[in-house]
């Protein structure tokens, strides 16, 4: 069964082990190998959300993106990580030579550690933990203290002033994310993240008036806190050359933009998770994928002939034998992730960066009230099941916009008086 796939092949390779080791090694054996799938993962992810990220921005403003090293430039992430390898790594000569290797260190671990409670798809979760959510929210909000850790270890005004506004942005959205999660734990009543996707297999939480608001508060938050734009302050070129992570060089710079993309797409996988149903999903045909990737391998330009011949009898070969099964649910929970990742995109691609007070002023006089209004609306939405309660709640979360809207419009301008002077 393809929808059981990995699982499988874990189970087989832990009954094989088993036969040969004693129980406590076995045992060993089993969590380096959710360890090792971990670590395999993480980078792999990084690296290819770099190339979607430069071809779908490139798309956006009319250009190719990377297409010179292997098919479709799929080889350039491999390339890039070469280059930093074997670039120099440059310490200011005032640096704190410890905290400036510990910062991008902090930076990407609390990212991979994440990882291990994203459930990717049913039974596909490395570590089920009862709280899975506070795990979430404890081990992310460590990513402040690594980048004012590198920001001020790098003894460089621009680099403090970036790591300041860092700590100030990530501290500020974290308080409404945190409100925004509540409302699961009130009517799902468990901080594991597989309950939560489980209690969404009759109704996903985002068709919902409380969900959806929650959903749109902890996904921008979320944006807030990976730095990404238009909420990308701590960086600012424009303002602070690269922010808290000017004076990085070589893997030491590389390891800070991991950090940012691992947690663009935690950030992804979480909403897919807490509102969008997680690996639930309607019972599809998987047989007619495969007919339709035919024709797509089959015109692949860039791809060598043989390839295509090779992939084109493959898919045909394979729709036969795929009949009666249904789209995985990894399959599912992949899709909407990457969803998400698209719109993460698409934002950079669309807006201008924010100013610093309409950044915090976004988080303290919007998203939080809204937060603290929808924890009181999933209440309605629990005391009174069906559609009075579903009524009830949307008008107070739309009223509660309106009114939120309007309170923080920015004043009217006057109109400007010239006087001449002789």
């Given at each position: ?392 709640s949307a008008a107070m979360l739309a009223i509660s916009v309106v009114v939120l809207v309007r309170l923080n419009a920015p004043a009217p301008l006057q109109p400007r008086r010239y006087v001449?002077?002789?």
């Amino acid at each position: 069964m393809i929808d059981q796939l990995f699982v499988s092949g874990y189970t087989a390779v832990m009954r094989i082990v088993e036969k040969f080791v004693p129980g406590w090694l076995a045992t060993v054996i089993s969590i380096l190998l959710r360890i090792g799938a971990i670590a395999a993962i993480a980078p792999a992810i990084m690296m290819y959300l770099t190339w979607l990220e430069r071809k779908i921005i490139a798309r956006m403003q009319n250009r190719l993106g990377p297409n010179r090293v292997g098919p479709y430039g799929l080889a350039q992430p491999l390339a890039d990580g070469l280059k930093m390898l074997i670039k120099e790594d440059i310490v200011p000569r005032g640096a704190d030579h410890l905290l400036h290797f510990l910062g991008p260190v902090l930076a990407v671990v609390p990212a991979i550690l994440v990882f291990a409670v994203i459930p990717f798809g049913r039974n596909m979760v490395a570590v089920d933990l009862d709280v899975g959510v506070l795990y979430v929210l404890a081990v992310t909000s460590i990513s402040s203290y690594a980048i004012f850790i590198g920001g001020w270890a790098s003894r460089s005004k621009f680099s403090v002033l970036g790591a300041i506004r860092s700590v100030a942005q990530i501290i500020s959205y974290e308080v409404p994310s945190v409100l925004s999660v509540v409302v699961l734990l009130m009517v799902v009543g468990r901080l594991s993240t597989v309950a939560i996707v489980e209690a969404q297999a009759q109704q996903w939480f985002v068709f919902t008036p409380w969900g959806f608001i929650g959903a749109a508060i902890f996904f921008l938050s979320g944006i807030a806190e990976v730095n990404r734009t238009p909420f990308d302050m701590p960086e600012a070129e424009s303002e602070l050359v690269g922010g808290f992570h000017t004076e990085y060089s070589g893997m030491k710079f590389a390891l800070w933009y991991m950090g940012e993309f691992l947690g663009a797409f935690a950030i992804s996988a979480f909403t897919t998770t807490f509102f969008l149903g997680g690996w639930q999903g309607p019972s599809l045909p998987l047989w007619p994928m495969c007919l339709l990737m035919i024709p797509v391998v089959a015109t692949a330009a860039r791809m060598p002939k043989l390839l295509r011949a090779i992939g084109v009898v493959a898919l045909a070969a394979a729709a036969p034998g795929l009949v009666g099964e249904t789209v995985p649910s990894w399959m599912w929970f992949l899709s909407k992730t990457y969803a998400l990742v698209f719109v993460l995109v698409w934002l950079r691609g669309t807006f201008p960066r924010l100013r610093v007070d309409q950044l915090m002023g976004l988080a303290w006089k919007f998203l939080l009230p809204m937060a603290l209004i929808n924890i009181v609306a999933a209440g309605v939405w629990v005391m009174w099941p069906g559609v009075v309660g579903t009524v009830v709640s949307a008008a107070m979360l739309a009223i509660s916009v309106v009114v939120l809207v309007r309170l923080n419009a920015p004043a009217p301008l006057q109109p400007r008086r010239y006087v001449l002077v002789d």
